[in-house]
């Protein structure tokens, strides 16, 4: 794929449609003039050498709202030059001082470098995390396995009702815990379990399908879904546009605590306008004390939240999101809230 990189390469328009932050971007202490990209770097990462707040790097590129949807623009071996005027960055060779020639580069899409740490999210990218009624209404249904063995692996075979033809390639799963939401109690989805795959050998009621993987024992009355076209996740961080008032609901592997560069489930999804590449602040629910004063009298106070670190989101559904934790100064508990930063 050729790609032309010119000095400025993208128009002086900020975010498109997006509130004024109230102040620029500010410099790191220790920000280099400029930066060669190297394979395994990331574009939160790289953008952290040079801004104290990494996630506003789509101000300092001068990206408009359709580059922050596709933004596979920077490659192993570019140089990013930083401008302290602005400040600003920009991709290029440079020539004497600081000078930038445009740049011919012929690369291909999946060496582009990642928004964030592809290997912390990239199980989740494919798999069906979160099922709702609907989905699971039209999903199949394994009814038999061979042999009437209880759990089968991979090469083995199974039956399964509500098979459709023109799909050939199934995941496998097993609906698990429901996912509510804290405060209403009300279950916003069922968070699926994983099995592995499955591919059809023989339409009909039942189907006859050979398990192609399996990360658990899979058996009858697992359910079968369309397997996710495998997805290239390059999204640029941008705030919301919309104030957000969610929670943490769920850590990856059941624990009620984690920190930085673990995935978190969050009680907020494309109904409250999340969408992938939305940055949302961290805050610690600190609880309500009772003062008693000299008299006896009480007085209850609800202790302000504080803010404490920031996730990136990048899987959404109809009521839920996956986020990854970026940056935090202390653990993340369920029951924290995320905001708008």
Request: aromatic residues 6%.
């Given at each position: 794929m050729t790609r032309i990189i010119f000095p400025l390469l993208f128009s002086v328009a900020t975010l498109l449609g997006a509130p004024a932050l109230a102040a620029p971007a500010a410099i790191a202490d220790d920000a280099p003039d400029s930066h060669t990209v190297v394979r395994g770097d990331t574009l939160w990462g790289i953008s952290g050498k040079f801004l104290k707040e990494p996630w506003r790097w789509p101000e300092v590129w001068r990206l408009n709202r359709d580059q922050i949807r596709n933004p596979h623009l920077i490659y192993p071996g570019q140089i990013i030059?930083?401008?302290?005027?602005?400040?600003?960055?920009?991709?290029?060779?440079?020539?004497?001082?600081?000078k930038l020639q445009p740049q011919v580069y012929h690369e291909d899409l999946k060496d582009a470098v990642a928004s964030i740490p592809m290997q912390d999210i990239e199980p989740f990218l494919t798999k069906p995390l979160v099922v709702d009624e609907a989905r699971l209404a039209d999903a199949g249904t394994v009814v038999a396995t061979e042999t009437s063995r209880v759990y089968m692996g991979p090469g083995d075979t199974i039956f399964a009702k509500n098979i459709k033809e023109d799909h050939k390639v199934w995941q496998v799963l097993r609906p698990a815990k429901p996912l509510t939401d804290p405060v209403t109690r009300e279950v916003l989805g069922y968070e699926a379990m994983y099995l592995g795959s499955a591919r059809v050998t023989e339409n009909g009621t039942p189907a006859t399908l050979e398990i192609l993987s399996a990360v658990e024992e899979i058996g009858t009355g697992d359910r079968l879904v369309v397997t996710d076209k495998p997805d290239i996740f390059s999204y640029m961080p941008h705030a919301p546009e919309q104030e957000v008032a969610g929670r943490l609901i769920g850590i990856y592997r059941g624990v009620a605590e984690t920190g930085r560069n673990h995935v978190v489930t969050l009680s907020v999804g494309t109904r409250e306008g999340i969408e992938r590449g939305h940055v949302?602040?961290?805050?610690?629910?600190?609880?309500?004390?009772?003062?008693?004063?000299?008299?006896?009298?009480k007085e209850t106070y609800n202790l302000p939240e504080k803010r404490y670190g920031l996730a990136f989101v990048f899987r959404v559904f109809d009521r839920v999101s996956y986020a990854l934790v970026m940056e935090t100064d202390g653990q993340v508990t369920v029951g924290d809230s995320v905001r708008k930063p």
């Open positions: 030059v930083l401008d302290r005027s602005g400040p600003y960055l920009s991709i290029g060779r440079r020539v004497g001082d600081q949302l602040a961290l805050h610690r629910n600190r609880g309500s004390v009772v003062y008693k004063d000299d008299d006896g009298n």
